[in-house]
């Protein structure tokens, strides 16, 4: 079992410096992997990163949300989507995604398909090897 970071990651980067075993990573090139993401194969399941993400987007793989209910002006970034963000990350450096798209009050998303993206980020994409 592992965490999932999913598509209501904007990039915060603070779960980055928690993690114990330095198993998340951000995306890149960032236009095909708008998040951050956790390796499945080195993640310990300790939480630490849960806390640290102001977006509450990082949930145990069993536990993320088939119907998660947003509160409305939380941000999804996912490929396809058209919308604008721009923000700060952890360190005030700029966040920009052009892949997002701002939820309404009560809106109902299905943030189970971000698990296969994680999975797929660390088989078929990037992962690891690109990061240096």
Known sequence: MTH?????????SGCVEVCPVECIVP????EEWPWYYIDPD???????????CPYDA???????PSAYTANGG?????LGLTGHYE???????????DCVKKL???????LTEDT??????????PGYSSQG
């Open 4 to 12: 999932i970071i999913t598509s209501l990651c904007l990039r915060d």
């Open 27 to 30: 995306g890149n090139p960032q």
């Open 42 to 52: 080195t993640c310990i399941d300790c939480g630490a990163c849960i806390p640290e």
């Open 58 to 64: 990082i949930f145990p793989e069993d536990e993320v």
């Open 74 to 78: 939380e941000f999804i970034s996912r």
């Open 87 to 97: 923000g700060t990350n952890h360190h005030g450096q700029a966040v920009v995604l």
């Open 104 to 110: 309404q009050a009560g809106e109902v998303v299905d």
């Open 116 to 125: 296969k993206a994680n999975y797929d980020f660390f088989k078929n994409g």
